[in-house]
Nanobody
């Protein structure tokens, strides 16, 4: 079955960096685009970044452009989110997402807290 497992979250000071990972299994990873979402307390889940199946195209929500980078390693079935210059407003649970054969799959989420 499809599984998405995130890791790499934690507590970081403003201006710091974190790299999130999402290990995928149960489907042909290299055939599917991947996304990262986040949900802050009291807010709706929002799309943060997306990457094409081959990794050649990516896009970002305006609030993270220039600070976050999404990438993937199809040999490792893993998608990453490199987050630099973190701000308090980046605090949220971050989720990995894939739509496989018309079904939505989510990871369990990883907490990112940006605080001094």
């Amino acid at each position: 079955q499809v599984q998405l497992v995130e890791s790499g979250g934690g507590l970081v000071q403003p201006g710091g960096s974190l790299r999130l990972s999402c290990a995928a299994s149960g489907f042909t990873f290299s055939n599917y685009a991947m996304r990262w979402y986040r949900q802050a307390p009291g807010k709706e889940r929002e799309l943060v970044a997306a990457i094409s199946y081959g990794g050649g195209r990516s896009n970002y929500v305006d609030s993270v452009k220039g600070r976050f980078t999404i990438s993937r390693d199809n040999a490792k079935n893993t998608v990453y989110l490199q987050m630099n210059s973190l701000k308090s407003e980046d605090t949220a649970v971050y989720y990995c997402y894939a739509s496989v054969l018309g079904k939505d799959y989510w990871g369990q989420g990883t907490q990112v807290t940006v605080s001094s």
